[in-house]
């Protein structure tokens, strides 16, 4: 199953303008903005996920099994180092979102969404339903690939990473020294999580 999402679809592109100055005539790059229009969006990765993530969908659901579907291919979001933040399927993954900016949310793993996505495997595996099991056995799965990867990036560089690479064996990218979201590490070690009912308030 796939999650549309409806939004906005702008056209955008990058345009030289030349502006004048208190001295001279400059000449910037800037977006231009063209027409949007209101589409369905067929891309797959976190946004997609926050229903289960929130534990909005009831464990007896459908619903829960496609998104447990989702999570689980490899050829969409699961990786050995955790779950990417889009699909690999998706025309934009590792897109750039400017000429100069890295494609951070199209593709690495981030840990404080691995961490909301832990959080509510444990919270469905027990849950009483029909995909308890599987979601017991995707949350131990994953648990021991994100504490796996965190660890053997920490004794390789010394580091805790802003973000991990889903296709160069769970390498650590981006701001080191990061002990932001990816100390959330100790938490998912000691399996504590927020209560889908601490989420919601």
């Known amino acids: 199953m796939m999650i549309l999402i409806l939004r906005s679809l702008l056209k955008v592109r990058l345009r030289w303008y030349e502006l004048e100055g208190k001295y001279a005539m400059r000449r910037v790059l800037l977006r231009e903005t063209l027409q949007p229009h209101l589409q369905l ?49 998706s025309s934009m ?37 029909p995909y308890m099991g599987r979601a017991g ?31 160069n064996r769970g390498k650590g990218k981006g701001a080191r020294s990061y002990t932001g979201w990816s100390s959330l590490i100790v938490l998912i070690m000691s399996e504590s999580y927020l209560s889908i009912a601490d989420l919601s308030n």
């Open 93 to 129: 993954y590792m897109k750039r979102n400017m000429p100069h900016a890295a494609p951070s949310w199209r593709g690495p793993i981030w840990i404080n969404m691995n961490y909301m996505i832990l959080s509510a495997l444990h919270h469905y595996s027990h849950a009483d339903g």
């Open 137 to 167: 056995e995707l949350y131990d799965e994953l648990r021991s690939n994100l504490i796996r990867n965190i660890v053997h990036n920490y004794h390789e560089t010394g580091f805790f990473w802003e973000k991990y690479d889903q296709k």
């Open 41 to 89: 969006v067929p891309h797959v990765g976190y946004v997609s996920l926050f229903p289960f993530m929130m534990g909005a969908i009831p464990p007896e659901s459908w619903v829960l099994e496609k998104q447990l579907d989702i999570i689980s291919d490899r050829s969409i979001l699961w990786t050995d180092y955790g779950i990417r933040s889009l699909s690999r399927t």
